[in-house]
């Protein structure tokens, strides 16, 4: 009998789903578009055993995979686990055996050595396979219709790294997959490597650069030519890995970075700009290049904006100073300095999750969306981690100014939104916007289906799941020609 730990990590708005299954022709509530052709794909934390520590992080957990299938105005449903290297040797043994959260001294002496990898944090379809992806473990590849697993890749060797990016970003242009990996010299270490994987699935870019410190470096983006990295204080060191605790720290003494380096060179460029007194920054919404200038949108705090990543010296966790707020980040390409040129917020309602249309992607744009925060609104659910504040969906219009937003209730709680386009050549920004809202009340999920640029009207349909799934991390939509492709 499974025993989970009564942690919030794993109780309540946390409790596990552990769910695989299909179902035919969801109920819909409103009308989803008869000519919307494609697929929804989103991935959750879900442990499949019991973990070996009972304040293990939660997004520890196996990734769980759902696809919702769009066509003719219905939606299937199928959710599997990414069968990791993992989840099969714990599958085999009954019960977990591998330990913390990135802490490999914490694993069964019977898995030393073995990727450790979830496959929990993103999955997106490219070159005609799902990728199932976890920052410190290679590419998990998944059918992109049956969800059944595949196994980890290296690129047909061409890309034999420990640790491949859970945040690429799709080049509109040459539809090239960018990403890259850091800590790929062992535990700690500030190895890191950029890459481009065309729409064949061949690795067509390789560079090499270090990263200022030791890192959690999470997200990036392209921005015309260049790749930016954005480096918050986010680090760690062997005491910490020793004593078990939480992997990562925030130190406030260690200054942010943004890294601007050219896509087509081979890293020995890679300029860092630097912020002190620090900032911190973790999922961004989009990047450009402005003639020598980058502009860089991601929100920004004033101290570490993960609560499960604590302060280094001790200090207790600032909820106000780690308020994130879509911020702009300039530096100038031109300019004989390697200090940020200038960060100007440009969104006034708090949130984080931020997502664009991705034909944008890299290049100036008008809109992004965000899950953002309402301290107003009242929450009347179960207590637990995020919820309560993960109460809104914001739509931001760079070019007026203007935000709208929709509240999804007293009862629930919201999941990262993903773009959807009208059509093929629509404009930017006129299309749909999928977010699943969990009722922590009634214990169900709703996807619901949004005007991606009128999301205050609320949801034109709610694809209503007869179970709740549990809080994920991110996912993408892909037209049905792609997944033909
Ligand atoms: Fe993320």
Redesign the pocket.
Known sequence: MAHFPQHPGFTSVLRLVRLEGDIRDLEIEGEVPADLDGAFYRVHPDPQFPPRFADDQFFNGDGMVSMFRFKDGKVDFRQRYAQTDKWKVERAAGKALFGAYRNPLTDDDSVKGMARGTAN??VLVHAGKLFAMKEDSPCLIMDANTLETEGYTDFDGELPISAFT??PKIDPGTGNFCGFGYSLAGPLTRECCYFEIDPTGKVVRKAEFLAPYYTML??FCIAGDYAVFNVSPWSSDMSVLEQNRPHFYYDRELPFYLGVMRRDGDGSDMRWFRQDPSICG??VMNAFQDGTKILFDVPVSQTGSLPFFPEKDGRPFDPVAATTYLSRITVDLAANTDTIQSIERIGQAPGEFPRIDDRQCGQPYRHGWTITYDFDKPYSGPAGPFVGVINSLTHYDHQTGKEQSWWCGPDSAMQEPAFVPRGKGSAEGDGWLLALVDNHLTNYSDLCLFDALNVASGPVARIKLPVRLRQG??GNWVSAAKLAA
């Open positions: 944090t993103n859970a945040h999470h997200d973790c999922h991390l991110h």
